[in-house]
C-alpha cells in the first residue's frame, strides 16, 4: 500500500506541469536605485547631461527564457533635470519636449532578445511627445541575487539614441539626436 501510495504521489507530481521561472520586479525607484537619464551635444562642443527624476516601472524576468522577459515604464517628463533651471524650463517648454501637453513618456517591450554573454536587445514602442515609435534599447545584465533585507534583486544598464525628428521633437542646438542611458534595479516581487 505505502508503494503504492508513493508510485501515486511521484506520477501526480511528474504530471504537472514545470514551473515557471520567470518573476515580476519593480524599478527600485523608492530607494534610488534606477534612472533614466539624457546626454545632448551642446553646440558641437560637449555634451549635457541630465536625467528624469520622477518615473516608475516594471518587468518580467527569467535568464532561463530571457526571449520571455517584458518591460513596461512610464517617465514623467515634467521631471527632466539637467542641473541648470533656466534651461530645463527652456527644454520643458513647447520648443521642445512640451512637459505640460505631453506630461510622460512610456516604453513597452514588443520583444527581447538575448544576444549570449550578458547582452540583449530590448525592443519596444517608445511614446513621447505623443509621437509612438518602435525603439531598441542595447542591454546588459549587470547582475542578481539576494539583498541584506531578504529581498531579491536584478539589474541591468542599456543604452539607446532616439532621433529627435522621429517624435516630431525640433533639432536642440546643433543636436539632432539625444543618446539615453538607463540604470535598472528590479525588486522581485
Given amino acids: 500500500m505505502k508503494k503504492t501510495l508513493i ?8 504530471a ?12 527600485d525607484t523608492n530607494g534610488a536605485h534606477a534612472s533614466v537619464n539624457f546626454k545632448v551635444s551642446h ?21 532561463n527564457d530571457v526571449a520571455a522577459s517584458t518591460v513596461n515604464v512610464t517617465v514623467n ?3 527632466l533635470d539637467s542641473n541648470h533651471a533656466e534651461r530645463d524650463k527652456h527644454i520643458r517648454s513647447d520648443d521642445f519636449i512640451n512637459a505640460s501637453k505631453f506630461t510622460s513618456a512610456t516604453f513597452t517591450s514588443t520583444g527581447v532578445q538575448d ?3 550578458g547582452t540583449l536587445d530590448i525592443m519596444g514602442d517608445l511614446t513621447l511627445h505623443g509621437v509612438t515609435k518602435p525603439i531598441t534599447i542595447a542591454a546588459e545584465f549587470v547582475g542578481e541575487g539576494q539583498d541584506p533585507w531578504g529581498g531579491y534583486r536584478v ?5 539607446t539614441r532616439l532621433e529627435l525628428k ?3 521633437i525640433p533639432v536642440m542646438g546643433t543636436s539632432s539626436y539625444v543618446d539615453m542611458e538607463l540604470h535598472v534595479e528590479g525588486i522581485r516581487q
Fill in 166 to 168: 522621429d517624435f516630431n
Fill in 7 to 14: 508510485a501515486t504521489g511521484l506520477a501526480a507530481l511528474m
Fill in 77 to 79: 517628463t515634467r521631471s
Fill in 115 to 117: 544576444k549570449g554573454d
Fill in 16 to 27: 504537472l506541469p514545470t514551473a515557471v521561472n520567470a518573476a515580476d520586479y519593480v524599478i
Fill in 155 to 159: 539589474g541591468f544598464v542599456g543604452n
Fill in 43 to 63: 553646440l558641437g562642443y560637449s555634451f549635457i547631461k541630465g536625467r528624469f527624476n520622477d518615473f516608475s516601472g516594471n518587468f518580467s524576468y527569467d535568464s
